[in-house]
């Protein structure tokens, strides 16, 4: 029996191998050189830190394999790789989300087109109240031009209070013109994003087979039809 042990043992040595010894403190690394030479240490070895190397078990069978070690910039490099992995894996999972939530409030067609209109109509009722308040401001500023004619229409020759109040009439119209500009491009903004939204149901709609979006397509929303904000008047 101790002359077996002496050749396993002896086996062992010319194999490159650590003695049995070793086997029974832990695991065992091995990998082949630069140099095509096999290696064992009972420790991760230096001469193959470019390349895999595998560890054993006591019964010699692979635990795992152990990567070469990185240098520093190859280290950052496959840090960035796996982050942008990881990014690509939340955009797709956020992407799948928001489909779940866009499905489940807009079922079909008409329910999103509905959502549409009402949107659209909300933004038209706030142009018509400024609208409306133009008007008003138009209707104080013609009063002002009519007492402006006790003073020959001459503006340099008012009163320092009428000519505040032309001032504080013309700049409340400018501020409902562009109030009225903005609200008409938020308008825009809601078409083209409930075009964007309706591309995509109609994509994940074809995909479950849901409810059929029917052939019914109806326009994009438009503008009720409002005053148009009537043009500054120039003082005299």
Known sequence: MRGSFGCIVFIAIVAGMPPASAWAEGSIYTCVDSKGRRITNDRPILDCIDREQQELGPTGKVVRKVGPSLTAEERAAEEEKQRKEQDERNRIADEKRRDRVLLARYPDRATHDKERVAAIASVDDVIGSANRRTSELMWQRKKLDQELEFYKGDFEKAPLHL??????????????????????????????????????????????????????????????????????????
């Open 163 to 236: 000519k505040r109040r032309f001032d504080e009439i013309d700049q409340s119209l400018a501020v409902q013109r562009r109030f009225i500009a903005n609200q008409e491009e938020e308008k825009k903004r809601i078409n083209e994003r409930y075009d964007e939204e309706l591309a995509r149901l109609k994509t994940l709609w074809a995909t479950i087979g849901g409810t059929n979006p029917g052939t019914a397509t109806a326009k994009p929303a438009t503008a009720k039809s409002s005053a148009a904000a009537p043009a500054p008047v120039t003082k005299k």
